[in-house]
């Protein structure tokens, strides 16, 4: 499938259980493009990746494995789309380790970390991807338990890995978080999610600074809209048909349109030089970063 050919508009659907499940989308997200040729970047690398069964975390640890490197999933109850991403990592000739549990839990975390470097080795790529949201029309809507829940998963994870995963890190690592574009644009239907993105973008700029003198590597991935199993697991059928189409390029991305980002960003080859940045994958939305 071509990029040209990607869909602008969608069958309505929604699933009941966040943060949503690939395996029943309509249609299916495209995680990689035939046409994507690895060339060895992350040749004899480990990457851990939270939210790595399903949408920008599968299409990434596909991406990996297609330069090279053994891949590390962390999902919280997916069992199927996580096995699925196995799958596709070790058709790539690539080692792959599925670790299910809530990396909202600091205690998991560090198990998570412990047991992909006893399983692969060591670990040279952090990827904080995995987020949960939930439309709240106003402000007083969001209660102190749903703040809690989201913070938990979308910013205490990514201090909860970081710091489990820096003792294993080298100079040459690198570490990517996922933001969103709403951390630069708003949105007041996703108020405790959009808080998140910014606290991240912030987090990642403190963190880079911190980690020069490690030689580690710290950046941003700002995603626009993303046809992943959030969208269907959030909003209703209706609002599902339309999703993207507000884009300047006027649909949402597929998770292979954005997985490249995170390529570039873990290999020392082509970003030796940036750390502390934000790179904007949203289909032409204008930000100040």
């Not at 299409?59 to 999933?73: C, L, P, Q, T």
């Not at 989201?150 to 489990?164: E, H, V």
């Not at 403190?206 to 030689?215: E, H, I, N, S």
């Not at 999703?243 to 082509?270: K, M, N």
């Amino acid at each position: 499938m071509s990029p040209l050919s990607f869909p602008s508009t969608f069958p309505p659907q929604h699933q009941e259980r966040q943060p949503g499940v690939e395996a029943v989308m309509q249609p299916r997200p495209v995680f990689v493009l035939p046409e994507y040729r690895g060339s060895g970047k992350l040749r004899d690398r480990v990457a851990l990746i939270t939210g790595g069964d399903s949408g920008i975390g599968r299409a990434v640890a596909v991406h990996f494995a297609r330069e090279g490197a053994d891949v590390s999933i962390v999902y919280l109850n997916e069992h199927e789309d996580a096995g699925e991403t196995c799958r596709l990592v070790q058709e790539e000739g690539q080692r792959c380790v599925a670790i299910a549990g809530d990396i909202g839990d600091e205690a998991f975390c560090q198990r998570a970390v412990q047991e992909t470097v006893q399983r692969l080795g060591r670990l040279d790529i952090l990827v904080n991807n995995a987020a949960e949201h939930r439309v709240t029309p106003a402000l007083e809507g969001i209660g102190a338990q749903q703040i809690e829940r989201t913070f938990r998963t979308n910013i205490y994870s990514f201090f909860f890995m970081t710091k489990a995963a820096l003792p294993h890190l080298r100079p040459g690592s690198a570490i990517i978080n996922t933001a969103s574009v709403v951390a630069y644009t708003g949105n007041h239907y996703l108020i405790d999610y959009t808080a998140t993105k910014g606290a991240i973008v912030s987090f990642t700029r403190a963190l880079a600074r911190g980690l020069v003198g490690r030689g580690i590597r710290a950046n941003v991935v700002a995603p626009g809209p993303v046809w992943t199993p959030l969208i269907p697991s959030t909003y209703a059928p209706e609002e599902v048909v339309h999703f993207g189409q507000h884009t300047p390029l006027g649909r949402a991305a597929q998770p292979a349109e954005i997985a490249p980002s995170f390529v570039f960003l873990a290999s020392e080859i082509d970003s030796s030089y940036i750390t502390g940045q934000v790179l904007h994958v949203n289909g032409g939305a204008l930000t100040c970063s």
